[in-house]
Structure formats: structure tokens, C-alpha cells
């Protein structure tokens, strides 16, 4: 949308209307760096005057500049008076990049709508005081829910001290996702493949263990059509998760995929190597999906997608520390020698069964997106 252009469907005369359709545009906007920001929030942020819209822009990538600067240079002068609309509470503090709430303030801006105050115990609540004190109007809470679901990651590594985890996996109408020989390509159909690269691609970090590479030897890319811009129409590279293989004992091998692929890998045991192996290795003990997530968020990561066999996947399950899951389910059967979902511990009574809602359902081609997350709510606060 350009600078001074109406917004559809509103006036002046309803600031209510106009509000909403703000800050619906700057979530839409946030989304937009949902594959390149990492691991900075999304974040974006209207300027509107008179009904208008006379600025707007989103984070990109990490080093460039906030929202808040990319709308204020498209406003220019058109900024003094105006009301800004932003996803998340600007920054105060001086990072790779100045304070927004410094930009806002010497642009003469009158009023700041902001979705959410931002967990980072850097900014919250700094940014808004800023505002205050500079005699700015601000309001908090328009948009909110949507705000946090689209940085849950964020939020959840700042406030629980680990990442957002989706458990991904395909299989079969017997809940199989794997042939007893342990073949696996494919069960799912070319869309339901598709839709895991964007799963993929929002994600900080891939999560596997050696069983699934040794039996499969994976890329474990994103691979995503693109291509992806910055704001000077310049053709950017996608970011590529931080791969993590879970390898207890050591066993893998350094010609194995997943380590000479693009991007980043690393290799976690519990085992001390007596020379240093060919591969980035840490050592954890225990090597639990606690002590892995741990990990995780201490270096920066905020959403994980687990992708592996029963074991892990029953491991990371049975902790407790699974926030969704996303199961593409094929129309087969392949029978009770083939692989189970995950290794879960035998339940005795129904009590005590692990329970999980449906959060959306949707075909994907020919199969079925199941996204589910835990009965019990997750926080988001």
C-alpha cells in the first residue's frame, strides 16, 4: 500500500474501523519476515493520518533497520501528527540498531497504538515509558492475540527460557510412519511435502536424532520457491535452520548429508570424543529434550521443529515440552509391523492419557494437516 492512500472500506469519521484495519495491516506486514527476521520478532508498523495510510513497514532481517524506521521514511514530514500502529512495543535500546521509540518521539509522531509489550527484558515496558514521557498518547492491547501467536517463539524463549517446539510428522491411517524394512519415501503426497519446507523455513532449528539419519540420510533444508527481498527490491538468501541431530553414542558419520548440506548443523552426544570430530559437536549430559531446548534458546533460537523417528519423537512427547504438533495424515494403511508414530510409555487407564485439542484441520492435496496443540492451554503471556 503507498503512502496517503485511504484505507478500504473506512473514513475518519470511524476511528474504530480505522484502527482495526491499521493494525490488522501492520500484523500482515510482521508476516512478512516470517522466514528472514530470525531471531528478532516480526514486527510492523503503520503510520496513519486523516484516515490514510502514510507510512508502513516490517522488520526483515536481523541488522536491518525496525518497522518503525521503514515507516517513518516512507511518511517523511506526513509523520508529525500521525498515529503509529505497531505489532510489538518499540525498542529502547540502542542494539545493531537505534532506539525506535527515539525515532518516533523526534518525528513528531502524536499517538502510538502497540499490540504487545515486548517480553525481551531489554525493552519492556521501557519503550512505551519513553513514549509517555514524551507526551505521546499510547495504547496497548489493540491486536494482541494475534501478536503473540505470531511471535510465540519469541515470547516463549524470553519468558520460559526455551523455544516454541512443533513435532512434525507423516503417516498413514494407522498412525504408521514408517515400513518395518524402515522406508519411509513417501507417505505423504508432493503438497503435504511442500507445506513442510515452509515449516521448515520459520524455524530456528531442526530437531532430529541419528536413527533417522542413518536410516534415511536427510537434507533436513529448507527449500523454499521464493525469492525473498529487502526493502530496496534486492534479492535476499533465506536463512537456513540451525540442523541438530541428537547422536547419543557418536555414530554418525562425517560424509552424512545433513552436515555437508548449506547452513548450519550441529551434532549433540553424551559421549566426550577423545580428538575433536570433523563436525560442530557439543557434549550434554544427560542429552534430554530439556538440556537440548536449553541449549536452544541460549543461542537464540526461538521455534524448533522436531522431525524424527518413535524414539525421539516419543522422547520430546513424554517431556512435556511439545507445544503443537503437525501430523499430515495419508490415506493408506501399512499395517502393524510398520513404525509407530512414537515410543510412548504404556497407559494403563484412560486418565492418563496424553490429550491433545485440534487447532485447525485443512487437506493438503490428497492428505490431511492436523494441528493440534496440547489440552491444557499454552501460555503465550
Known amino acids: 500500500m503507498s503512502a496517503t492512500q485511504p484505507l478500504p472500506g473506512t473514513s475518519s469519521g470511524h476511528a474504530d474501523h480505522v484502527s482495526t484495519a491499521c493494525m490488522q495491516r501492520a500484523l500482515a506486514l510482521a508476516a512478512r519476515g516470517r522466514y528472514t527476521c530470525r531471531p528478532n520478532p516480526m514486527v510492523g508498523c503503520v503510520l496513519e493520518k486523516d484516515g490514510a495510510i502514510v507510512g508502513e513497514g516490517w522488520h526483515m532481517r536481523s ?15 506526513q509523520a508529525r501528527g500521525a498515529t503509529a500502529y505497531v505489532t510489538l512495543e518499540p525498542c529502547a535500546h540502542f542494539g545493531r540498531t537505534p532506539p525506535c521509540s527515539m525515532a518516533l518521539i523526534e518525528s513528531g509522531i502524536s499517538r502510538v497504538i502497540v499490540a504487545m509489550v515486548d517480553p525481551n527484558p531489554q525493552v519492556s515496558g521501557r ?43 507423516a503417516m498413514s491411517l494407522d498412525g504408521r510412519t514408517a515400513m518395518a524394512c524402515g522406508e519411509s519415501r513417501y507417505i505423504t503426497g508432493e503438497a503435504a511435502r511442500a507445506d513442510v519446507q515452509r515449516l521448515r523455513g520459520a524455524s530456528g532449528a531442526l530437531i532430529t536424532g541419528i536413527g533417522t539419519v542413518l536410516r534415511d540420510d536427510p537434507a533436513l533444508t529448507a527449500r523454499l520457491a521464493g525469492p525473498f527481498y529487502d526493502a530496496a527490491g534486492q534479492s535476499i538468501a533465506l536463512p537456513q535452520p540451525l540442523r541438530v541431530i541428537m547422536d547419543r553414542t557418536l555414530r554418525i558419520q562425517p560424509h552424512a548429508r545433513t552436515l555437508g548440506e548449506e547452513g548450519p548443523a550441529l551434532v549433540l552426544s553424551e559421549r566426550t570424543p577423545d580428538e575433536a570430530p570433523p563436525y560442530p559437536h557439543l557434549s550434554l549430559r544427560p542429552l534430554t529434550p530439556q538440556a537440548v531446548l536449553q541449549l ?19 522422547a520430546f512427547l513424554g517431556s512435556g515440552c511439545v507445544d503443537e504438533l503437525i501430523v499430515y495424515m495419508a490415506p493408506a494403511l501399512l499395517g502393524h509391523q510398520a513404525f509407530p508414530m512414537a515410543e510412548l510409555p504404556a497407559v494403563q487407564r484412560l486418565d492418563q492419557r496424553l490429550r491433545w485439542r485440534y487447532h485447525a484441520v485443512e487437506q493438503v492435496g490428497e492428505d490431511l494437516r492436523l494441528h493440534l496443540r496440547p489440552s491444557a492451554a499454552v501460555s503465550l503471556v
Not at 298 to 314: D, F, I, Q, S, T
Open 63 to 77: 541488522g536491518d533497520p525496525h518497522a518503525e524506521l521503514f515507516a517513518l521514511r516512507q511518511a517523511g514530514a
Open 127 to 169: 519503550g512505551l515509558a519513553a513514549l509517555r514521557q514524551a507526551g505521546i498518547v499510547v495504547e496497548v492491547g489493540l491486536g494482541a492475540n494475534q501478536a503473540r501467536e505470531l511471535n510465540r517463539g519469541f515470547i516463549k524463549r524470553h519468558l520460559h527460557g526455551r523455544p516454541w517446539v512443533t513435532l512434525k510428522t
Open 296 to 314: 536452544m534458546a541460549e543461542l537464540g533460537v526461538n521455534e524448533c521443529l522436531v522431525e524424527a523417528g518413535p524414539r525421539v519423537a516419543g
